[in-house]
T-cell receptor, first 114, second 113 residues
Framework: QKEVEQNSGPLSVPEGAIASLNCTYSDRGSQSFFWYRQYSGKSPELIMFIYSNGDKEDGRFTAQLNKASQYVSLLIRDSQPSDSATYLCAASPDRGSTLGRLYFGRGTQLTVWP | GAGVSQSPSNKVTEKGKDVELRCDPI?????LYWYRQSLGQGLEFLIY????????KSGLPSDRFSAERTGGSVSTLTIQRTQQEDSAVYLCASSRTVNQPQHFGDGTRLSIL
């Protein structure tokens, strides 16, 4: 069973703070990792993806990957109330019969208060 | 270009009826995926297509569910003899090719009475 685990939260941070979202995965064969943001009643929106160990930065967002620890994280700097949403972590294997599908965590609900 | 387009956006039907959901992927995307999300649940993979072929159908919950894709573009997901537990948001995503980032449509909210 290939599982992706996230703290369900809710995570609450003040405006301007750094929000840290964490995710672990069980399948060592996973090679590609994605973070999606999902507003209530809306579909998931891709915000970051990472394939290699280390950090990847895009604006206020930084994704971090540690394959040895099977750990992925998303940092949101200078958090804004508009960042309030559920953040979904997803992993994808790069080979085998399940190539192509994403395994999603249950999501972490983030609230940024003014 | 345009994003992933799904129709209908909402569907209410009676138990036992058949329903057909449609997905039009982003132009040029060869891979297409179907997921569903039940209230308070995570996203559940159903099936994906690479071109017109479906290498992985293992997520389909039962033989009442089927999907096809023609011309490497539009896909339809059909649910026969719907049950109340089929009520969910059905999401379609596409990517340039397999293992590339997937982009989701707005989904079809299916309600079975």
């Amino acid at each position: 069973q290939k599982e992706v685990e996230q703290n369900s939260g809710p995570l609450s941070v003040p405006e301007g703070a750094i929000a840290s979202l964490n995710c672990t995965y069980s399948d060592r064969g996973s090679q590609s990792f994605f973070w999606y943001r999902q507003y209530s009643g809306k579909s998931p929106e891709l915000i970051m993806f990472i394939y290699s160990n280390g950090d990847k930065e895009d604006g206020r967002f930084t994704a971090q990957l540690n394959k040895a620890s099977q750990y992925v994280s998303l940092l949101i700097r200078d958090s804004q109330p508009s960042d309030s949403a559920t953040y979904l972590c997803a992993a994808s294997p790069d080979r085998g019969s399940t190539l192509g599908r994403l395994y999603f965590g249950r999501g972490t609900q983030l609230t940024v208060w003014p | 270009g345009a994003g992933v387009s799904q129709s209908p956006s909402n569907k209410v039907t009676e138990k036992g009826k058949d329903v057909e959901l449609r997905c039009d992927p982003i132009s040029g995307h060869t891979a297409l995926y179907w997921y569903r999300q039940s209230l308070g649940q995570g996203l559940e993979f159903l099936i994906y297509f690479q071109g017109n072929s479906a290498p992985d159908k293992s997520g389909l919950p039962s033989d009442r569910f089927s999907a096809e894709r023609t011309g490497g573009s539009v896909s339809t997901l059909t649910i026969q003899r719907t049950q109340q537990e089929d009520s969910a948001v059905y999401l379609c995503a596409s990517s340039r090719t397999v293992n590339q980032p997937q982009h989701f449509g707005d989904g079809t909210r299916l309600s079975i009475l």
